[in-house]
C-alpha cells in the first residue's frame, strides 16, 4: 500500500515544494512505494523561482509543480496521508484540517523546521546558495524517512522515528 506523505508549509512556494520533490526523486530512486505531496495553509499562488532552479539542478523535473491548499487534501477523492510534515514554524502552529490516513485514522504528524530560504541575504546569489542547501538537507532526512520500515511500523515506532529525524 502506498505510503502518502503530505508536506506542509504556509505558502507552499519552497521548502514544502523542495521536500515534496525530494522525496519524490528518492522514493523513486529507491523503489519505495511513497507518494510525496505538498501544501500550504496560505498558499502564494506560484513557486519560487529558487525552488524551482534548486530541484531542476538535481534532476527533478517540475513542470506538474504547483503551489496549492491544504483544503484539497482534506477533501473526497484526496490522496490519503499517512505522514504529514511541517517544515516551516508558522504551518507547524497552525491549526491544520482534519486529515484521515488510509485507514481512517489521523496521520502520524511531525515537525522538522527550516529557515526560510527566501530571506536569506546576499541578493540572488545568497538565495541560490541557500534553496540549495535547504534542498541538501531536507533531502537527506527524506532519505532517512525512506530508510525505515514503513509497512512494518506501529502508530508510536513512527512517530518518535520521526520525531528524531526531526531532531537530526
Known amino acids: 500500500m502506498t505510503t502518502n506523505v503530505l508536506i506542509l508549509c504556509t505558502h507552499n512556494s519552497a521548502r514544502s515544494v523542495l521536500a515534496e520533490g525530494m522525496l519524490e526523486h528518492w522514493a523513486t530512486k529507491l523503489d519505495r512505494d511513497v507518494k510525496a505531496h505538498s501544501a500550504g495553509?496560505?498558499?502564494?499562488g506560484r513557486i519560487s523561482p529558487?525552488?524551482?532552479e534548486a530541484l531542476n539542478h538535481a534532476g527533478?523535473?517540475?513542470?506538474a509543480?504547483?503551489?496549492k491548499s491544504w483544503d484539497e487534501f482534506s477533501r473526497e477523492g484526496a490522496p490519503p496521508p499517512s505522514i504529514v510534515i511541517t517544515v516551516c514554524d508558522s504551518a507547524a502552529a497552525e491549526t491544520c484540517p482534519v486529515f484521515?490516513?488510509?485507514t481512517g485514522a489521523q496521520p502520524?504528524?511531525?515537525h522538522w523546521g527550516y529557515p526560510d530560504p527566501s530571506n536569506a541575504p546576499g541578493g540572488d546569489a545568497g538565495k541560490r546558495r541557500a534553496f540549495e542547501l535547504t534542498r541538501l538537507a531536507i533531502g537527506?532526512?527524506?532519505l532517512q524517512l525512506l530508510a525505515l520500515p514503513l509497512e512494518a511500523m506501529d502508530r508510536t515506532?513512527?512517530?518518535a522515528a520521526l520525531v528524531a529525524i526531526g531532531q537530526s
Do not use: E
Open 60 to 63: 527533478i523535473d517540475t513542470a
Open 100 to 102: 484521515f490516513g488510509p
Open 157 to 159: 515506532a513512527l512517530q
Open 65 to 67: 509543480y504547483r503551489s
Open 140 to 142: 537527506y532526512r527524506m
Open 50 to 52: 529558487f525552488a524551482i
Open 108 to 110: 502520524v504528524k511531525a
Open 41 to 44: 495553509s496560505a498558499p502564494s
